[in-house]
């Protein structure tokens, strides 16, 4: 098990590209941190820098204690779990499990347990014999994990490793890492583009956008209070819905409704007194019932849920709405359904940032 | 003794995982001595025919020759690649071929060495001793490999089998 710090990380490419911005954090010990963003926001970059794969163009790196930025991959006792497995296709699986431990000229005894070891945890005893070609996705990406697992690394690192996978495997390959990390207790740091991959393993989520760290904190933290536009458009599905509104008294007032605010939303507001806002309202937050008209558009049941996509309309001017709710709904295009808002984020429009109490 | 000799004698749980591994591993040792034997009778099959002294070597016996040496390197490739996943019956024909090479020996080595001829007007051997004494190594050093390569695998064979019927023993 591992600490990692990272202290002022910038990568810069050779072609002047900047695609790391000042990157800071504490991973603490047996912690499962995720980096979570777009394509092209520096996640994956981050992690190569971790791993030694791409140069720290500024900054620090250190595992426990030691500094390691300049130091070659072989020596950060790290193992990496690739999107595409990087599985050696003329080795079976116990080949592929046992190599890196045979460069090393470990004893072929302890490399054998190891492997055994290693299989038993990730269900792969009896898939041993077989060539990464014979196996499933899945099974590639377990005998993957495997080959991590056998060295002991401090530190594991996976780069979005579920991609390649259809959506039920990605499902329960999802909560076989989840168990293998409460198994091991080992310290790990997980690049993925999926948020729900992010917020259902995460000790901690690292937002990340442009090369920049949005806001790090637990899922529960990420959800429910973003600390900006991007990580609240970001973090959800389906997304946050918008709406730009002038804090007025004791309302929000929008072209398509108005909203009284409560005492504590008030005192949240009180320096936008005649300014303008940006109101943000997950769907899963808008509840039937009320005096808000959403013209609907389409629904889509999806058992549990239903979502129901609108817009809000005074005149021409039309603002784009979905609602989550609960149960199944049979709203055709052209209903108008009654809502009301049950909780409401609030942004400052020049700088995106969430309001906070002063 | 010292510590390091001593870490090398083997515990009854070390032997254990020796076999074990054999589950997964490939008989290289046995694979490698077989391809080794390959090389061996290439070096006697490219040396065999070197002749200054006229026609000796044209009868029908070099078209037999020829044949054997391509059946040869073709069965002990099956060879090799049998015994590397623990085949016994890979192991028992590599026994068979080997033996054939130590004959050989007594076939064109020997009748050539024996053999003398007219060439420019003087009475020669048809291949002299130095040739002789290499080509009759290559064989022997060929025919070694194969039954070293055999007795591995029928050993690990064997034990990988025993080993095998205990882990089904105790799983019953």
Known sequence: MAQLSLQHLDKIYDNKVQAVYDFNMEVKDGELIVLVGPSGCGKSTTLRMIAGLEDITNGKLLLDGKDITAAPPKDRDMAMVFQNYALYGHMTVYENMAFSLTLRKEDP??????????????DLTSQLNKKPSQLSGGQRQRVAMGRSIVRSPKLFLFDEPLSNLDAKLRSS??????LLHKRLGATMLYVTHDQTEALTLADRIVCMSMGHVQQIG????????????????????????????????????????????SPEQKQLLAEYQGKHVTMGVRPENIQEGGDIPVNVSDNENLGMNTLVHGHFKTGEAESRVTCKFKGWCDYKKGDVVQVSFQKMHFFDQTTGNRIVKS | MNDARVNKLETADDKYVRV?????????LSSTLAILAIVWNALFFVSIYKSDVGVWYYSILVGASIVYNLLFMMI????????????????????????LQFVRIFIYPRLAHAAQTQATGEIV?????????????????????????????IQKCTALKKHMGQMQGSKA
Do not use: W
């Open chain 1, 109 to 122: 005894n302890v490399i054998h347990k190891k492997v055994l070891a290693a299989a038993e945890i990730l």
């Open chain 2, 125 to 153: 051997q048809v291949m002299k001793t130095p040739q002789y004494v290499r080509v009759v190594v290559y064989l022997i050093a060929s025919g070694i490999c194969l039954i070293a390569s055999a007795v591995i695998g």
């Open chain 2, 20 to 28: 074990d591994r054999m589950r997964y591993e490939k008989n290289k």
């Open chain 1, 173 to 178: 390959t999802r909560r076989e890492i989840l």
């Open chain 2, 76 to 99: 002990v490739f099956l060879i090799s690649e049998g015994s590397k996943s623990y085949k016994i019956n890979y192991s028992y024909v590599a026994i068979v071929v080997g033996a």
């Open chain 1, 218 to 261: 637990t899922p529960l933290e990420l959800y429910d209070t973003p600390a900006n536009l991007f990580v609240a458009s970001f973090i959800g599905l389906p997304p946050m819905n918008f709406f730009q509104v002038l804090v007025s008294g004791d309302h929000l007032i929008s072209p398509y409704f108005t909203v009284t605010m």
